[in-house]
């Protein structure tokens, strides 16, 4: 709920402000593998095994999309940021640079905890199915 409340203050600020829109929408694209996490909850509630091909087949996709949208973007993000904290406009931007920083930290600290978990889950699975082919 919190995430979500503090994406809603940060957008107010962006619609009404024009206040850093580039790392607002950079930030909203992280958002392409909600879809895919979605579908992982769905299978789990309609009962699937964690071992179907849809299963499996989602988590490994999921995994892959969540790699490009929010783990390979970390550092292009950041280079970003710190491209603008260098020159003058940074001190002109008030409390927008702390949440920039503060928030995105935090967000970035979740992702690589989710992310983590979802290499794991990964590497049972490819274990299991090669473990299967060749013992």
């Known amino acids: 709920?919190?995430?979500?409340?503090?994406?809603?203050?940060a957008f107010?600020?962006?619609?009404?402000?024009?206040v850093m829109p580039y790392f607002a929408n950079f930030r909203l694209l992280a958002e392409l593998s909600t879809p895919l996490v979605n579908i992982r909850w769905v299978?789990?509630?309609?009962k699937f095994s964690k071992t179907s091909k849809?299963?499996?087949?989602?988590?490994?996709?999921?995994?892959?999309?969540?790699f490009?949208?929010?783990?390979?973007?970390?550092?292009?993000?950041?280079?970003?940021?710190?491209?603008?904290a260098i020159t003058p406009l940074w001190t002109h931007m008030?409390?927008?640079?702390?949440?920039?920083?503060?928030?995105?930290?935090?967000?970035?600290?979740?992702?690589?905890?989710?992310?983590?978990k979802m290499v794991r889950g990964c590497s049972r699975i490819i274990r299991a199915v090669y473990g299967k082919k060749h013992g």
């Open 43 to 46: 299978l789990d509630t309609l």
């Open 12 to 18: 107010v600020h962006v619609l009404t402000l024009n």
């Open 94 to 116: 008030g409390h927008f640079r702390f949440v920039l920083i503060i928030v995105c930290s935090v967000l970035d600290i979740i992702n690589l905890y989710w992310f983590s």
């Open 68 to 84: 490009f949208v929010r783990i390979l973007a970390m550092p292009i993000y950041w280079w970003k940021v710190y491209t603008v």
């Open 54 to 66: 849809a299963f499996v087949f989602n988590g490994l996709f999921m995994t892959l999309v969540f």
């Open 1 to 9: 709920m919190a995430h979500h409340l503090v994406s809603v203050y």
